[in-house]
T-cell receptor, first 116, second 113 residues
Framework: GAGVSQSPSNKVTEKGKDVELRCDPISGHTALYWYRQSLGQGLEFLIYFQGNSAPDKSGLPSDRFSAERTGGSVSTLTIQRTQQEDSAVYFC??????????????FGPGTRLTVL | GENVEQHPSTLSVQEGDSAVIKCTYSDSASNYFPWYKQELGKGPQLIIDIRSNVGEKKDQRIAVTLNKTAKHFSLHITETQPEDSAVYFCAASLRYGNNRLAFGKGNQVVVIP
């Protein structure tokens, strides 16, 4: 079946503009994560959605960042008033969350964001 | 929160030799340790993982070892091939809660033909 998909694959924007990044998780996966990878760095956790529970936003770097997950499926990460330090690759991952098992996270191909 | 350190940052090996990447973690409550391989322009892909109730796990040419007392775990790749060239990330998480992964900074492995 299809894996995690993300769009767009590349986004170039001007400083101060808002951007929206989209994630389509694997069908049936209840958990969805957003991570950010800056150049030469590991992945940094941003936000986590699990079913209908309130999201864990503890990794969001500032209030310019927000995310939604509609209908328990598609998610959108929004960055308002983008800054140059927001330039990074943004990855989405999903997993089939079961309390009785460890849950492999499947990653999408990422969206490369460049803020000029 | 959890802090994962990964060494070395780059590693070059001759084809056929072994490669070892080491990681340390800070939170003794962490109990799940996956390794991801990331090829250029792609998302990370899980290659092997280990849980805290196991000391070693092997899958063909790759193996992972875990030392809970010392809080470190290692990835071993034997008989390296050019297609093993990639960036490898270690990660750690708690089983319960949000399962958020704390990643190391990655290790660039180059297999020289």
């Amino acid at each position: 079946g299809a894996g995690v998909s993300q769009s767009p694959s590349n986004k170039v924007t001007e400083k101060g503009k808002d951007v929206e990044l989209r994630c389509d998780p694997i069908s049936g996966h209840t958990a969805l994560y957003w991570y950010r990878q800056s150049l030469g760095q590991g992945l940094e956790f941003l936000i986590y959605f699990q079913g209908n529970s309130a999201p864990d936003k503890s990794g969001l770097p500032s209030d310019r960042f927000s995310a939604e997950r509609t209908g328990g499926s598609v998610s959108t990460l929004t960055i308002q008033r983008t800054q140059q330090e927001d330039s990074a690759v943004y990855f989405c991952a999903s997993s089939f969350s079961l309390r009785s098992s460890y849950n492999e996270q499947f990653f999408g191909p990422g969206t490369r964001l460049t803020v000029l | 929160g959890e802090n994962v350190e990964q060494h070395p940052s780059t590693l070059s090996v001759q084809e056929g030799d072994s490669a070892v990447i080491k990681c340390t973690y800070s939170d003794s409550a962490s109990n799940y340790f996956p390794w991801y391989k990331q090829e250029l322009g792609k998302g990370p892909q899980l290659i092997i993982d280990i849980r805290s109730n196991v000391g070693e796990k092997k899958d063909q040419r790759i193996a992972v070892t875990l030392n809970k007392t010392a809080k470190h775990f290692s990835l071993h790749i034997t008989e390296t091939q050019p297609e093993d060239s990639a960036v490898y990330f270690c990660a750690a998480s708690l089983r319960y809660g949000n399962n958020r992964l704390a990643f190391g900074k990655g290790n660039q492995v180059v297999v020289i033909p």
